[in-house]
């Protein structure tokens, strides 16, 4: 029987806590709580914590700057790292009871984290009017509650794509793809690049593998399914996996899709030294909200996004994504941890230097505000955005346990690469994984 990483975490924290006893009570208030200050005010300190590259963190930093500046008596303590390490840290953090009072959440990872009471259900703090969500649409609303409950909210709300630079086909004599394209188009069209670049170069990075989504869980949604059912199940049939994995050791079998070796060596990459903003492949996925972080890579060519292909005939895969802000349920002051996040999504003081750096704003009000103020590229991310997500239908939180399963699919995706599995191993496994880890978290 296996345990999730969580719970590991948890069973390991607890027995340092039995170990070390309560030498930590001198020091909890450099971590947070209040004191009062020297007119009478009540001193608060808060954690905040976020992923994000250099450029992310300048802009995270200069919005709490500005919030403390309005709210004197508040200082907010600052944690951020990528996107693994992020992760990774808040588990921990999370398993010792010493999790941030504000936390950047993602809705693949939300239910690991909202199902174990982690998180504040902040309907009170909507009702009271501390946050105010009357300019969000209620389709972003309901996409930050878990079991009916708000447990986040959008600071930004965003859909994926292809991108591609328009020169770069241009000068392969490769003809761009149609904005809306099947699967069987973009396997056609990537051995089509393929041969038109140079010797040791790709169509493409793999993105057969590593996460779950979105790309596996588009394919999935197409064909009527996807990952999760609503009571936490797997939703996807093996046959489903199977042509997936199928689909793309194909193309990395042909030379099309970066092989397993370059993908490990470049998956970790910085942005500015991925593959295709070294001009090593010509497609990349990417969220919306990032295309003008590569549009500043490019000196020629004004690079423009696809939608994501799709199962010829079958449905659509959209659903809304987005960064949301939640509020830890062990917080010693969730007012003004709430007060921080109204000030992020509903001021232009935060919204001048947030603008579309995870999406466009969950306030209608502030996306209007923010479309001035952008540059070409991210107003198309914007256009893009509002193009696709008229697709986008509702989808089922991933259950508990979520973490070990995209392991076990990085896992025997990377197996299928190196030739250590067959696709059909690589599946099998990787379903008999999924159900025992599903199945225990429940």
């Not at 170990?19 to 200050?37: F, T």
């Not at 309901?142 to 708000?150: A, F, N, Q, T």
Request: hydrophobic content about 40%.
């Amino acid at each position: 029987m296996k345990f999730s990483k969580f719970m590991f975490l948890m069973t390991l924290s607890i027995l340092s806590i039995l170990i070390i006893g309560g030498c930590s009570s001198e020091s909890s208030s450099d971590s947070g709580g209040s004191a009062q200050g020297a007119d009478g005010e009540e001193e608060i300190k808060l954690r905040f914590s976020w992923w994000g590259d250099t450029s992310r963190n300048e802009i995270y930093n200069e919005i709490i700057d500005r919030f403390e500046e309005e709210n004197p008596n508040i200082t907010v303590d600052r944690e951020f790292g990528g996107w693994t390490d992020y992760w990774d840290r808040l588990a921990t953090q999370t398993a010792g009871g010493n999790a941030p009072d504000i936390v950047s959440m993602h809705q693949f990872y939300v239910s690991d984290y909202a199902r174990r009471g982690a998180l504040l259900n902040l309907q009170s703090l909507v009702d009271d009017g501390t946050i105010n969500l009357e300019s969000f649409a209620e389709s972003t609303v309901d996409s930050g509650k878990v079991d009916d409950e708000l447990i986040m909210v959008a600071k930004g709300v965003t859909m994926p794509g292809w991108v591609y630079n328009p020169v770069q086909l241009e000068e392969l004599g490769v003809e761009a793809p149609n904005f809306d394209w099947t699967w069987e188009e973009f396997q056609a069209k990537m051995l089509e690049v393929d041969k038109a670049m140079p010797e040791g170069d790709f169509a493409t990075a793999d993105m057969g593998g590593g996460q779950l989504q979105p790309n596996f869980r588009y394919y999935v949604r197409q064909q009527g399914e996807d990952l999760f059912t609503e009571d936490g199940k797997l939703g996807f049939s093996e046959e489903t996996l199977s042509k997936w994995w199928t689909m793309w050791d194909d193309l990395r079998q042909a030379g099309a899709v970066a092989d397993s070796a370059t993908t490990t060596e470049f998956e970790s990459a910085a942005l500015e030294q991925k593959l295709f903003t070294i001009g090593r492949s010509a497609f990349y996925q990417i969220p919306a909200n990032q295309l003008h972080l590569y549009q500043e890579q490019f000196e020629n060519g004004e690079l423009q996004m696809l939608r994501m292909p799709q199962v010829e005939g079958g449905e659509n895969g959209e659903y809304i994504e987005g960064a949301y802000l939640s509020i830890t349920k062990e917080s010693e002051h969730p007012e003004a941890a709430a007060k921080f996040i109204d000030f992020f999504v509903n001021t232009e003081k935060s919204l001048e230097l947030f603008k579309v750096e995870q999406g466009s704003p969950g306030s209608s009000e502030m996306a209007e505000f923010v479309k001035p103020l952008l540059e070409p590229a991210q107003q198309r991310a914007v256009d893009y955005i509002q193009e696709t997500v008229e697709y986008a239908e509702p989808a089922a939180y991933a259950p508990l346990g979520i973490s070990e399963v995209e392991q076990a699919f990085a896992d025997n995706a990377a197996a299928i690469g190196f030739g250590e599995k067959t696709v059909e191993e690589a599946v099998t496994d990787f379903m008999e994984t999924a159900e025992s880890v599903i199945g225990f978290a429940e």
